[in-house]
């Protein structure tokens, strides 16, 4: 019944589009004019209300702008993150300054040069080869100085020292994510995918606890026995830490906002990227409210439940990262409980 | 001497090798697609903007197995968005832009009977044809259509096991791609073949129109990239179909342990994006061609700078195939490498700027008519910019670190690729109406069309920037699983429904187009005083295009305005008066 009605409702609309063109055009006919033809009245008020959806358009996006503001990501907390705010800053003002002049220049042209009258000529103006030059040079220079800053900002980030830095694994799966810490003996033990087992020999992997060996770790090498497996990821504040990122299954992409860090996991393949986070978990909620929490999200379409492959993430203080790590267990201890 | 003869229904309306029809049946395959990938859009996006709620409208469409209850299925969304991306960006805006204009315009422009082979045209039509039906049938398929969004990367698209769309969807979306791709090639190397052979006397490659310079770039482009994308496609093929590794390795799904080893899903980033970002321009050239003519003729004035349009549109072109990679800044691939793709990428911002500044000189001191297409050319300029500008931040492989991925790219090719091509396109039908059909397309619904899709389209895509800027991932179901995501909900609500009102008005223009065909005021020859040869066509089209001789050509195609003619045009076939300089 409502399809029917649905039906009939479109039908009329339709019918009553093709009246009222009919009679538009009826009625210019009776009075011997086109009804399609662009007259000077037209061209006012199309100039007329180019002008003012202009004039609010850029309105418009003032107004997104200190409405929503609030809603971005607060301060990178990385040091690098810094330099990545301080070049966006950079590039945003560039863009949004020629942004708001070229529509200007635009609307205002529209607005100014429409045809008035009927001998109303155009100014035939063919080329100039030195205005050409001046604004092919001048972006030239304005995107050099950009390209150099982008580029320098970029090495800094890609050749961080990393002699120092605390190794992490970050692996990624459909739908969770888990990071590996190296323990005592600050080796990891090597992995091999055909050692992967998520639901053989353990039970917790379905208890949102880490699984034994989703990760494939080789358990027969020494070096594996005292790797600690987590569903959270803690960092160390101010401490260089390298972010090693494997997957299991497909694509994903680890993205960390707070800190300007992202890079895909991929299977077969190793990836990184190192940072130093500059601020802890409670800093972070006395800045931005209590709720306020890190995370680690997939950012790349990964399967049914990619909008929900999270890792909470927390930075502390050293002695409160040592009394967390300290408490999980060792996939050696882990082994003796299933057992 | 003329090349017209009598015609049976199906050899002017089927398989026609007429390349004004050919461009129809382009054009009308395009819209067709256009308002299918334009109604999925609106059904995510209510599932965007109200998560979990129930939509009467959901169940209407996809029925009881993907909407239960009027609630969108999550892997129905990630398919509703991956089919959205394939037939906006390969059906309607290569396809149904490229497809109708190179078509229609090249023989009409150049003055050619037809295009260099009839024959190979009316295949390029029908391989696209295939494709479109395969295209439509693998959104039928029980495990639901191809999911792993648009730009089907692999693990993802290659196990069934990752993704129900992996499935039987996959393998057709793979196959529509293949015949699409010889399409677009037939279809190219006519263009190219036909443009640089078939021009009439005085046509020389210096007094071409700019849309006959893009045309022929954009067909350049296609020939080169489109076989890489083929050869990606077919590896894909193989790894799924018959155990070959090009881009598997290491990879326990469901519980079992493949066997692939050595392969790399990067290596098909490498490929797809070697023709994917080509593909942008081969998507933006048409309508850069199509607005320079719209604006020139609609100012009454040459478009300023020729040379320099023809050169930044090599230049262009020419960057595009070395910049790639910025779609990979964060693959891990070698940072320095990223370094050079960051260089060459910002680099295409220089030809951009100058076509800009070229397009507001020629509005300088103009004579401005407002027709529909105009207008449209007129947002063409405003999209172009500010989604150009914001290339300059994903272009970085600093800043792209952060926003790879987000709401912030959606806003950012929506804008410039998307927004613009189709207001190329609506430029283009506006325009070139009246040459189709023989009749007018009504003035004022044009108007209302622009207006509404204008200020719709900036209300869809221009909040899409702050969500980016918020962290937002695209590709999510819904973003309720973040608390820190909590507060963009007002955000989605205003994109939805200027997404909503936005489509709707689309509706209006289809209605615009077929009211037209068959009942809009007649037209006359020329009804916008253009230069172009395609105006000193009969009403009636004829194949073979003039009744008579084809006319020679004497001069570029923007006199307009010029001091000392009595008319403010003077047509390419007007010889030169004694002592009148070209220009």
Not at chain 2, 409 to 434: K, Q
Request: aromatic share 14%.
């Amino acid at each position: 019944m409502m399809n029917i009605l649905i039906i009939l409702v479109a039908f009329l609309v339709v019918a009553t589009l093709v009246q009222l063109l009919r009679v538009g055009e009826l009625l210019s006919e009776v009075k011997n004019q086109d009804v399609n033809k662009v007259t000077e009245k037209d061209n006012k008020n199309q100039s007329m209300i180019m002008t003012i959806v202009g004039i609010l358009f850029l309105a418009s996006c003032v107004w997104q702008y200190f409405s929503w503001v609030h809603l971005m990501l607060p301060g990178a907390t990385s040091e690098h993150g810094v330099t990545i705010d301080n070049l966006m800053a950079f590039t945003m003002i560039l863009i949004i300054v020629v942004f708001i002049l070229l529509h200007i220049v635009l609307f205002y042209f529209i607005y100014k040069y429409r045809k008035a009258a009927d001998n109303d000529v155009a100014y035939y103006y063919p080329h100039n080869n030195k205005l050409e030059l001046i604004w092919t040079i001048a972006p030239t220079i304005v995107l050099t100085v950009v390209i150099l800053y982008g580029l320098s900002v970029w090495d800094q980030i890609t050749n961080a020292d990393t002699s120092k830095s605390e190794v992490i694994e970050v692996y990624g799966q459909q739908f969770k994510w888990d990071a590996r810490y190296s323990g005592k003996d600050n080796t990891f033990g090597s992995h091999d995918y055909k050692l992967v087992q998520n639901c053989g020999i353990c039970t917790s992997c379905l208890k949102d606890k880490p699984c034994t060996n989703a990760l494939g770790i080789d358990l027969e090498d020494e070096a594996s026995l005292d790797d600690k497996v987590t569903r959270e990821l803690h960092l160390v504040v101010d401490k260089p830490v390298l972010l090693k990122f494997r997957s299991q299954d497909i694509i994903h992409s680890a993205f960390l906002p707070h800190f300007r860090v992202q890079m895909n996991c991929v299977p077969g393949m190793s990836t990184q990227f190192a940072f130093t986070p500059t601020k802890t978990t409670s800093e972070m909620k006395d800045q931005e409210g209590e709720d306020f929490e890190y995370v680690l999200l997939c950012n790349k379409i990964c399967g049914v439940a990619h909008y929900n492959m999270q890792m909470k993430v927390v930075v502390e203080t050293q002695e409160k990262y040592d009394a967390w790590l300290a408490e999980q267990n060792t996939l050696s201890e882990k082994l003796l409980t299933q057992k | 001497m003329s090349d017209h003869h009598n015609e049976t229904f199906i050899s002017k309306y089927i398989f026609s090798i007429d390349h004004k029809m050919i461009a129809k049946q382009f054009l009308i395959t395009g819209m067709f697609m256009g308002i299918i990938g334009m109604l999925m859009s609106i059904l995510f996006r209510l599932q965007l903007s109200n998560p979990g709620e129930s939509f009467a409208v959901l169940e209407w469409f996809l029925g009881d197995k993907w909407a239960p209850g009027g609630i969108l299925d999550p892997n129905m969304y990630l398919s509703l968005v991956t089919m959205h991306g394939t037939i906006l960006v390969f059906w309607v805006l290569t396809a149904g832009l490229t497809g109708t204009f190179a078509n229609f315009l090249i023989p009409l422009q150049i003055g050619a009977r037809d295009m260099a082979s009839g024959f190979i045209n009316m295949l390029s039509y029908w391989f696209f044809f295939a494709a479109t039906v395969v295209l439509l049938i693998s959104l039928f398929v029980e495990t639901g259509p191809a999911s792993a969004g648009w730009t089907i990367y692999p693990p993802l698209s290659a196990l069934p096991q990752a993704i129900p769309g992996s499935g039987l969807g996959q393998d057709l979306w793979l196959i529509a791609m293949t015949l699409f791709v010889v399409s677009s090639l037939l279809g190219g190397l006519n263009y190219i073949v036909t443009i640089l052979n078939l021009r009439t006397k005085g046509m020389s490659m210096s007094r071409l129109p700019l849309t006959m310079w893009a045309l022929l770039i954009v067909a350049i482009l296609g020939v080169l990239s489109f076989p890489v994308l083929l050869s990606a496609a077919l590896l894909l093929i193989f790894d799924r179909s018959f155990g070959t590794s090009f881009y598997l390795s290491d990879i326990v799904i469901g519980g079992e342990a493949l066997h692939h080893t050595g392969g790399s899903p990067i290596l098909f980033e490498h490929l797809f994006w070697f023709l994917g970002h080509p593909e942008v321009y081969i998507i933006l050239l048409p309508a850069l061609g199509i607005v320079s003519e719209i604006i020139s003729v609609n100012s009454r004035k040459p478009i300023f700078g020729y040379k320099a349009m023809v050169v930044s549109l090599i230049a262009i072109a020419f960057l595009s195939f070395i910049v790639w990679g910025h779609h990979m800044f964060i693959t891990g691939m070698d940072p320095f490498l990223g370094s050079v793709f960051t260089f060459t990428t910002l680099l295409i911002a220089i030809p951009s700027a100058v076509k800009v500044f070229n397009y507001l000189a020629t509005l300088w001191k103009a004579s401005i008519r407002f027709t529909p297409a105009m207008l449209f050319a007129i947002g063409f300029v405003s999209t172009f910019i500010t989604g150009g500008l914001t290339g300059l931040i994903l272009g970085d492989s600093a800043l792209d670190i952060n926003v790879h991925d987000t709401y912030f790219v959606v806003g950012h090719f929506h804008i410039v690729m998307g927004l613009s091509a189709i207001y190329g396109m609506f430029a283009g039908v506006y325009h070139w109406f009246p040459k189709m059909y023989g009749r007018m397309m009504n003035k004022k619904l044009g108007y209302i069309h622009f207006w509404v899709t204008f200020i719709s389209a900036y209300g869809v895509f221009f909040p899409m920037h702050f969500l980016g800027l918020a962290g937002l991932p695209r590709r999510y179901y819904t973003n309720s699983a973040f608390p820190m995501f909590d507060g963009l909900s007002d955000i989605n609500e205003i994109i939805t429904f200027f997404a909503i009102l936005g489509g709707l008005v689309q509706l209006l223009f289809v209605f615009n187009f077929f009211y037209s065909i068959f009942k809009g005021t007649k037209a006359t020859e020329n009804p916008w005083g253009s230069n172009t040869l395609e105006w000193t066509t009969p009403i009636e089209r004829i194949h073979g295009n003039w009744p008579g001789e084809i006319p020679s050509v004497h001069r570029w195609a923007y006199d307009y305005s010029k001091p000392g003619a009595e008319k403010d045009f003077i047509p390419q076939t007007e010889p030169l008066k004694e002592g009148e300089t070209e220009h």
